[in-house]
T-cell receptor, first 116, second 118 residues
Framework: GENVEQHPSTLSVQEGDSAVIKCTYS??????FPWYKQELGKRPQLIID?????GEKKDQRIAVTLNKTAKHFSLHITETQPEDSAVYFC???????????????FGTGTQLKVEL | GAVVSQHPSRVICKSGTSVKIECRSL??????MFWYRQFPKQSLMLMAT?????????EQGVEKDKFLINHASLTLSTLTVTSAHPEDSSFYIC??????????????FGPGTRLLVL
């Protein structure tokens, strides 16, 4: 099955700096990679996702890059703000009508702290 | 995005009792829902995939007789923790997948249920 590794486990940045979180996956059949933000005691919220036919996607201060050959994808947050502080999870799955029921395999999470 | 609700948000029960958790998709039909368990400072671990009108598919190591899942309609899935014990205390989160082309894979999460078994 799929195995997703995520680094770093904790990340502390100064407000205004950029933050980068990296994930690698093992199953070359995976083709959908969402990123979730989870605040303490709350639900994971989808912040951005990317499909395997795209190398990069950007949404305001958030961007995701995907390298299919190397089987890794990264989350980039620019101009970080205190409200970006949370745990971020990457995930991978085979999308579409088939593919294991689209089960998401999550990374281990990154605790991001944005300091003033 | 799509809205998923979960009830109750928090439950405390005595050891040996059963607890039912409901997961509802409010503004879309979900043929597939997923149940996760999350221990403190850990990632989400998939317990089972709930398919409307058929039996759930459980992940390895998850006891299907202990964690009963029923997906009776396109908007409702329930998880019943039977004979709960303190080690079952955790944060249980459901998610629902939108079933439309182009968004097939996107999962939206419920707010979670914090279970404490005394």
């Amino acid at each position: 099955g799929e195995n997703v590794e995520q680094h770093p486990s904790t990340l502390s940045v100064q407000e205004g700096d950029s933050a980068v979180i990296k994930c690698t996956y093992s199953d070359s059949a995976s083709n959908y990679f969402p990123w979730y933000k989870q605040e303490l005691g709350k639900r994971p919220q989808l912040i951005i996702d990317i499909r395997s036919n795209v190398g990069e996607k950007k949404d305001q201060r958030i961007a995701v890059t995907l390298n299919k050959t190397a089987k890794h994808f990264s989350l980039h947050i620019t101009e970080t703000q205190p409200e970006d502080s949370a745990v971020y999870f990457c995930a991978a799955t085979q999308g579409g009508l088939t593919g294991g029921g689209n089960k998401l395999t999550f990374g281990t999470g990154t605790q991001l702290k944005v300091e003033l | 995005g799509a809205v998923v609700s979960q009830h109750p948000s928090r439950v405390i029960c005595k050891s040996g009792t059963s607890v039912k958790i409901e997961c509802r998709s409010l503004d879309f039909q979900a043929t597939t829902m997923f149940w996760y368990r999350q221990f403190p400072k850990q990632s989400l671990m998939l317990m089972a995939t709930s398919n409307e009108g058929s039996k759930a598919t459980y992940e390895q190591g998850v006891e299907k007789d202990k964690f009963l899942i029923n997906h009776a309609s396109l908007t409702l899935s329930t998880l019943t923790v039977t004979s709960a014990h303190p080690e079952d205390s955790s944060f249980y989160i459901c998610s629902a997948r939108t079933g439309l082309a182009g968004g097939q894979e996107t999962q939206y999460f419920g707010p979670g249920t914090r279970l404490l078994v005394l």
